[in-house]
């Protein structure tokens, strides 16, 4: 009988694998109902969905294996970085989903949550205030107008699955929709800085860098107490906050 590796999992959601097949349980049925619409409308491998059973969803595994982690070493060539480029590309490329996604927040919305957020960070004492000053500077370059495309919302590395320089799927569809394109670029980047030429070789468009940065920072900014508060570490080498002082 296979055993059941626990992939992840917190107080909102986990993910089980038993041998080929992903169990992804959520507490948010919105959440299951936005990434079997989204994976059925992307223009790019994605998981087959094998049955449905609120809270739960079934998926197959995928073949092949991730580009890395964040906090962990990277992986793979130079070409299937920018395989991955070029399916970011063409998924942001495809008519748009039907709702705004993780990546489609409004700006004004978004600079009051990372407002608020930066002065929790200092008052409680989790980063130091100059940390927090220098990369809420950085990320003012996100807010900007942007165009909006056809967005994963989650686009880690741990989510695009690669064979050789070949993509062959991207999972946890669960925070798509519209949104802004290089959210999920810098995203898919974050932590991995070394690897973005080769992304963007690959997606075969111009980006802005400092939006790219700024992604960085503003991410990061909203992601370390949620991370602390759900058992994971920020401080790890490598992650979110090894993000911020990289900004310094």
């Known amino acids: 009988m296979d055993e059941v590796e626990v992939v992840v999992a917190h107080s909102e959601r986990a993910t089980l694998r038993v041998g080929d097949v992903f169990l992804k349980v959520d507490a948010d049925q919105a959440r299951i109902d936005v990434e079997v619409e989204a994976m059925s409308l992307a223009p790019v491998p994605t998981p087959a969905v094998l049955w449905r059973k609120p809270p739960v969803l079934a998926v197959a595994a995928l073949p092949g294996t991730t580009l890395g982690r964040l906090g962990g070493p990277s992986t793979g060539s130079p070409a299937a970085w920018a395989a991955a480029g070029a399916t970011i590309r063409k998924l942001h490329q495809a008519p748009l989903p039907p709702l705004p996604g993780?990546?489609?927040?409004?700006?004004?919305?978004?600079?009051?949550?990372?407002?608020?957020?930066?002065?929790?960070?200092?008052?409680?004492?989790?980063?130091?205030?100059?940390?927090?000053?220098?990369?809420?500077?950085?990320?003012?370059?996100?807010?900007?107008?942007?165009?909006?495309?056809?967005?994963?919302?989650?686009?880690?590395?741990?989510?695009?699955?690669?064979?050789?320089?070949?993509?062959?799927?991207?999972?946890?569809?669960?925070?798509?929709?519209?949104?802004?394109?290089?959210?999920?670029?810098?995203?898919?980047?974050?932590?991995?800085?070394?690897?973005?030429?080769?992304?963007?070789?690959?997606?075969?468009?111009?980006?802005?860098?400092?939006?790219?940065?700024?992604?960085?920072?503003?991410?990061?900014?909203?992601?370390?107490?949620?991370?602390?508060?759900?058992?994971?570490?920020?401080?790890?080498?490598?992650?979110?906050?090894?993000?911020?002082?990289?900004?310094?």
């Open 102 to 248: 993780r990546a489609g927040r409004s700006v004004v919305a978004l600079a009051a949550e990372l407002d608020d957020e930066c002065e929790l960070l200092v008052t409680s004492g989790v980063l130091a205030a100059d940390l927090v000053t220098r990369n809420r500077q950085v990320a003012e370059a996100a807010f900007r107008p942007w165009t909006p495309a056809f967005t994963h919302g989650d686009l880690q590395i741990a989510h695009v699955f690669v064979d050789g320089d070949e993509v062959t799927g991207i999972i946890d569809w669960s925070e798509a929709g519209q949104g802004d394109a290089l959210y999920d670029l810098a995203t898919f980047t974050l932590g991995h800085e070394e690897h973005l030429d080769d992304v963007i070789a690959g997606y075969g468009t111009d980006v802005d860098l400092d939006v790219i940065h700024a992604w960085w920072s503003l991410r990061s900014l909203l992601a370390v107490r949620w991370l602390i508060e759900h058992g994971f570490d920020p401080f790890a080498p490598g992650c979110e906050v090894d993000v911020l002082r990289s900004r310094m």
